[in-house]
């Protein structure tokens, strides 16, 4: 993997001052998994550039998984996309070779360091995760870059083959070397998704020290935190709780391919309506709203004066925070706010505090589990909590072909770990019906299209006592 910075900053031979590395030299680094090279295959007034090179060893690499891996031989372990990529490795390594540069000082040119000038980024290559190209647009735009890719064929030789996930990234941008390194170290983990050490509190440290004065405004800092974490959840909250200490929350689309236009808007509300009918047709007063999000099924319900408690629980303790402030908890009377109530939970786990309700809803929450995950949920709700009736929601993936512009096999939203058709979703539910004693019935969500079906499906659980 390769990254090349160039400047066009007169004289431009000054980014060998802002790089603490002298442009004559050649210069060689040891890496735990192989080697950074850096040098300068151009350096003139006019422009100069300086490239990063890696150079990973695969062997290394499977060495360092013994562990891990067990005893079985796998091929996996070494054909692989990991000495190309660049990722937490290309991290590393900028932090080893490019530490004081990172850090913004400069004692030759001290103002330069701190001085905003045009740089341009090469990087071959990147791979686009789950949400493609524009994940990384989303990732870099909001920062100011302006960004060109060109994605890779699987294999030239075989163009029928189609585009691979591989992309080469050009990112353009006026801003200081200390600010552009800082991004980079964050965000090349976060588009690979895919962290080679071992993920501990003290990456916490280390990611909010370089989001120092982006992060915290950045519209994906969420997603950011979770995939540089490594989707280690509990790091991750922590990780935000101390973000939103020095920013306010900002809301997120729940699903932006349905929010993208205006007749799409609709669906969201097309299906937190219909769930409020179909909790309201139970006569359910006990509400559990499990995986609330930003609490606007609980809004809905509130109004109507039957429902004598709504709990809303979330993973994401910034969705409870915007919970909080959507519905004006701060301003209710106390008998209103006796009413509500929200906390934080994992649905995976069994929790005691999701006994002794009517009702508990899964509003578009299950493709946010890994699949394998599932059973887990099932357990603690359909086994142990053992709510009367369960509705539970999640696209119909069955219908994403008629979304323009979303790319094939992408999904609705980047944090989506599935999206099943209808037959898939209602094998799933009769399964979780047979096993746990409930009846099920499936229904369509928003307008049903020939073939593809509705946008959206429902699944309602009841007992069976
Ligand atoms: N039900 C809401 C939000 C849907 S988005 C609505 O329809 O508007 C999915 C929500 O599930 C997110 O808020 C996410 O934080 C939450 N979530 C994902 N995995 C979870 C888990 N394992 N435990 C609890 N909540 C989870």
Not at 61 to 67: A, E, H, I, P, T
Not at 144 to 167: C, I, M, N, V
Not at 184 to 213: C, F, M
Not at 249 to 269: G, I, N, Y
Request: hydrophobic share 35%; with cysteine.
């Amino acid at each position: 993997m390769l990254l090349e910075i160039s400047t066009t900053h007169q004289p431009a031979t000054d980014l060998g001052f802002l790089m603490h590395k002298h442009p004559d030299r050649f210069q060689s680094f040891k890496l735990s998994h192989g080697k950074a090279h850096l040098f300068y295959p151009e350096a003139t007034i006019h422009k100069t550039t300086i490239c990063l090179l890696l150079d990973i060893n695969p062997i290394e690499l499977v060495r360092g998984k013994k562990r891990t891996a067990g005893k079985h031989f796998s091929l996996a372990h070494y054909v692989n996309d990991r000495p190309y990529v660049a990722s937490s490795f290309m991290s590393v390594a900028i932090a080893k070779t490019l530490a004081t540069a990172m850090n913004g000082t400069c004692q030759q040119r001290p103002e330069l360091a701190n001085t905003p000038i045009p740089l341009q980024v090469r990087i071959s290559v990147v791979s686009a995760p789950a949400g493609g190209e524009r994940l990384i647009r989303e990732l870099f735009e909001p920062l100011g870059y302006k960004l060109q890719l060109q994605r890779h064929l699987l294999d030239t030789q075989f163009e029928e083959w189609g585009a691979s996930q591989y992309f080469t990234m050009e990112l353009n941008h006026q801003l200081t070397i200390r600010e552009l390194l800082s991004h980079l170290y964050v965000l090349l983990p976060v588009l690979d998704n895919d962290k080679h050490y071992y993920i501990s509190q003290t990456e916490i440290d280390k990611l909010l020290a370089k989001g120092e004065g982006w992060l915290a405004d950045h519209p994906q800092k969420e997603q950011i935190t979770r995939r540089y974490l490594g989707r280690f959840n509990a790091l991750s909250r922590l990780a935000l709780q101390r973000l939103l200490s020095v920013a306010q929350a900002e809301t997120v689309d729940t699903k932006p391919f349905e929010t993208a236009s205006s007749k799409k808007v609709t669906l969201h509300e097309k299906r937190l309506e219909l769930v409020k009918e179909k909790i309201l047709a139970t006569g359910a007063k006990k509400i559990l709203d499990l995986g609330c999000g930003e609490g606007k099924l609980i809004k809905k319900l509130l109004p109507h004066r039957h429902i004598t408690q709504i709990t809303g629980v979330d993973v994401s303790y910034s969705e409870l925070t915007k919970a909080k402030a959507r519905l004006r908890m701060d301003r209710m009377n106390s008998q209103e706010a006796a009413r509500i109530s929200l906390f934080q939970s994992a649905l995976t786990y069994r929790d005691k505090r999701f006994d002794g309700y009517d009702a508990a809803v899964l509003v578009e929450v299950i493709e946010h589990l890994d699949e394998d995950r599932l059973q887990s949920l099932e357990r603690s709700i359909f086994e142990c909590a053992i709510p009367k009736t369960v509705i539970v929601t999640t696209p119909n993936k069955e219908y994403n072909i008629l979304f323009e512009k979303m790319e094939k096999d992408q999904m609705r939203h980047d944090d989506h770990r599935f999206e099943w058709t209808r037959k898939e979703f209602e094998t799933w539910g009769q399964k979780v019906a047979n096993r746990n004693q409930y009846h099920v019935t499936f229904l369509p969500i928003g307008e049903e299209e020939d073939q593809v079906g509705a946008p959206s499906q429902m699944a309602i659980f009841t007992y069976e006592t």
